[in-house]
């Protein structure tokens, strides 16, 4: 672990907390509208969305582009139809302002001064760059699927990391709350770091943030990960 | 021009000095050479090389591969034998540790509290990444030829900016020192500031930074750029 020179991020649940931030925006604008629920369902639609692309049937798309053709989905799954145009778009954009876990800024602080600190998020390059200037996230560079034109798991954004930086992928260790993600990077023998985040979900969806033993380091948060990497 | 939102900066030249940087490299590890000439013959390799891959003769190849290819026949232009291979690629990073002129950032810490700041430069991801660390510039963002597989001035690079973005092309400002650059973006839309920097090619060769009455602004230097911006 002491070649490790880059810290690859997962974003949405590992570094920002997706679920509070998109319900507050919905019932904002949604007042009777369950915003836990429509925050899950909106997520829920993510994955299968993205499988689209990967599939082929769609061709590449921006996760902005994804996030807004599901929320007319969920949208209309929540019976919500007094939205313009306009304010769909606005909240379309709530990916783009979320906020941090309170441990985010204080350990990724710490962390850059040791490590090269980079996202490699799903999320597209300009969705990650009003996210970092909005809450405060100290990058040192913005890696995004849409550099790399894969979606994770795909092995070339795992690898890319590694080839951006001309390390080796032994030399990158990927941050993440989320096991298939970390499994997908260990395949490509990248280090992997497991965060736990059990409130990812809110509070109705229980997470299993146990440790499986299959990472290089399990920590409950950014600042805890920061001291175990002695940053 | 209270439109725009992006600023988007050239990076050699226009916010590090790569010449005294390079030349200061050459002649630690080279001290009979004259590093001032050593420099300018090393950035003069720089187009032709380009030229060779917008041309199709090379295949899609990374500044960093490029920069080697070039030093190699510098090094034996000027009868350099002395160096191991890993001498040479540290020589080579180089472009990694530019030094900033002394208005850089303080310029650029202003004009990100009033614009999203991000690079757009032919240097790749990895290049870029490590030159901000070392030199603390604030980018929010850092988008390369590296994301948009083209160099500039091809207009996938310009337009390529206002597209992450999610803005019009009149809505980023490309900032640079060389009118050619500018002379791209312009033709693609984007609002266009020249920054003059004289000592671009160091004492020997002149520059002419005189004001073509062709861009939206002409400054001296980066702080002057953000008292013009208002920022």
Redesign the interface.
Known sequence: MHTVKVLAFDVFGTVVDWHTSVARAVQAVCPGVDGNAFALAWRDGYKPAMQRVMSGELGWTLI?DLHRMILVDVLRAFNVTHLSDEQIGHLNKVWHRLTPWPDTVAGLTRLKARF?I?TLSNG???L???M??FAGLPW????SA??FRKYKPDPATYLGVAR???VQPSQVMLVAAHQDDLAGARACGLRTAYIERPLEYGPTRAKDVSDNGLNDVHAKDLVELATLLGA
């Open positions: 902005d090269t980079c597209n390059l300009g990650l760059a009003d970092a200037k040192d560079c913005i890696l849409e550099v951006v930086f001309d």
